[in-house]
């Protein structure tokens, strides 16, 4: 065969012309497929003959006895049927999407907020509800076609789990390095609280009966000397919990807070030794009621709570030194970091742009150049992975008992694993793209 014989239609470009529409009722459609104003059916190939042929053999029997403007007529008014078909088709797609990308909406908030799974039917009656009050019946009626059923809810929870668990799993991948933080949790925890002297008398004398033996041993001196030094030591303790407990905290920052702790016991031991108790509002107001009490005897156990704390924090003794450096490379002593370091430290400490700036921690880490500082950049990388703390793992636990509550006891492992995820996870979710992939959404109620 010749290659004249073996060509391509669409090498021939062939142009749809305006009068096949009204002589043989087709359009070119927006696929630029000519397609039948009568049976909506799509030729492939582009070519008066296909057209003619086809409109004799269908069509022709009916609407042959049209001619000029009527056969016009005809024609605007099959074009109109199509076009209203389509868009009917197009609006139905379009609210069955806002339908879903509503449900998707629903059930992401429902989870951070740690809510039931049921709660989503209780919302959609309230958001109808609330359009029967506006009279605003075509609001409610969109409301009424948003899927929020228990399942429907439960279905929408694991897409958007798995999707916050593949966006985790890339930026993993894409991480230099990471870490792990793991800890364990149990089901009950006891809180306790402490109360002043006169505050527990008068409780148990105005709530308690038969109290009077209790009410007698809260007049032992030596209790309440106790109980005032156990106050004031534990509010203290607390400050610097809740300093470790800070969201996005390096371990620079971490150590800095144990440290300082541990500059304030020896603040309260040297106090102590000369019975000032400046830092101890309650032992303080317990020496004013009780003349010549002495709490000098308290500063063995502030030895050894300092003891205590050096053993448990032993190991941020072998970061102290990248602690140093990382919190002050401008001025660091060179030639007592680690060599493969040294060279870019002498570029880093005489770069005009960076020994003068203001900006400390992290954010100056991210001032350095990776084409001109790779090792530092890369060491710090390193150093702020480090998890300082199980706070964040403290925080998922606390969402656990949240959401397995007494009441809600019988969730599956994996229906768990999905919520916890996404209440506690600060990924922003691609609800277009949830949506999306369904290639036809449909509202199940």
């Known amino acids: 065969m010749s290659n004249?014989?073996?060509?391509?239609?669409?090498?021939?470009?062939?142009?749809?012309?305006?009068?096949?529409?009204?002589?043989?009722?087709?359009?070119?459609?927006?696929?630029?497929?000519?397609?039948?104003?009568?049976?909506?059916?799509?030729?492939?190939?582009?070519?008066?003959?296909?057209?003619?042929?086809?409109?004799?053999?269908?069509?022709?029997?009916?609407f042959g006895k049209h001619s000029c403007e009527s056969r016009k007529v005809v024609c605007d008014q099959l074009k109109k049927k199509l076009f209203q078909q389509k868009s009917l088709f197009t609006n139905e797609t379009k609210q069955q999407e806002e339908a879903l990308l509503a449900s998707y909406f629903v059930t992401y908030e429902l989870m951070k907020a740690k809510k039931a799974l049921s709660d989503g039917e209780l919302i959609k009656n309230c958001a109808i509800k609330m359009a029967e009050a506006f009279n605003e019946n075509k609001v409610g009626n969109k409301f009424q076609t948003v899927p929020l059923s228990k399942q429907t809810v439960t279905r929408r929870l694991e897409d958007i789990s798995n999707q916050i668990s593949n966006n985790v799993k890339d930026i993993i991948a894409n991480c230099s390095y990471s870490a792990i933080a793991l800890d364990e949790s149990i089901d009950v925890s006891d809180t306790n609280q402490l109360l002043l002297r006169h505050e527990i008398a008068t409780f148990l004398r105005e709530e308690v009966a038969n109290s009077a033996e209790l009410q007698k041993d809260f007049e032992d001196v030596e209790l309440l000397r106790n109980l005032a030094f156990l106050t004031n030591i534990t509010q203290h303790l607390n400050v610097l919990n809740l300093q470790l407990q800070g969201k996005k905290q390096t371990i620079c920052q971490m150590v800095g807070f144990v440290d300082s702790f541990h500059k304030k016991l020896h603040l309260f031991k040297s106090a102590l030794d000369k019975n000032n108790l400046l830092h101890f509002p309650c032992c303080r107001k317990l020496s004013e009621e009780e003349e010549g009490l002495e709490f000098r005897d308290y500063t063995e156990i502030i030895e050894d709570l300092s003891s205590e704390f050096d053993r448990r924090f032993n190991d941020f003794?072998?970061?102290?030194?990248?602690?140093?450096?990382?919190?002050?490379?401008?001025?660091?002593?060179?030639?007592?970091?680690?060599?493969?370091?040294?060279?870019?430290?002498?570029?880093?400490?005489?770069?005009?742009?960076?020994?003068?700036?203001?900006?400390?921690?992290?954010?100056?880490?991210?001032?350095?150049?990776?084409?001109?500082?790779?090792?530092?950049?890369?060491?710090?990388?390193?150093?702020?992975?480090?998890?300082?703390?199980?706070?964040?793992?403290?925080?998922?636990?606390?969402?656990?008992?949240?959401v397995k509550s007494k009441n809600r006891n019988r969730l599956s492992d994996v229906v768990l694993s999905h919520i916890l995820r996404v209440a506690t996870s600060q990924l922003e979710v691609d609800f277009i793209s949830l949506v999306s992939s369904f290639m036809k959404p449909q509202c199940s109620h």
């Open 4 to 62: 004249s014989i073996l060509r391509k239609v669409d090498s021939e470009n062939r142009a749809f012309k305006s009068e096949w529409e009204h002589d043989y009722f087709f359009i070119l459609n927006k696929d630029h497929k000519q397609q039948c104003l009568v049976c909506f059916q799509v030729l492939a190939v582009l070519k008066e003959y296909n057209l003619k042929r086809h409109y004799t053999t269908n069509h022709k029997q009916k």
């Open 317 to 402: 003794e072998s970061f102290r030194p990248d602690i140093s450096l990382f919190s002050n490379p401008i001025h660091c002593d060179i030639e007592s970091q680690p060599g493969h370091l040294q060279l870019e430290l002498c570029e880093l400490q005489c770069d005009p742009s960076l020994n003068t700036s203001q900006v400390t921690g992290i954010d100056f880490w991210k001032l350095l150049s990776p084409e001109r500082y790779p090792l530092l950049r890369n060491w710090a990388l390193k150093l702020c992975s480090v998890f300082a703390s199980t706070y964040i793992c403290e925080t998922a636990f606390s969402s656990l008992k949240h």
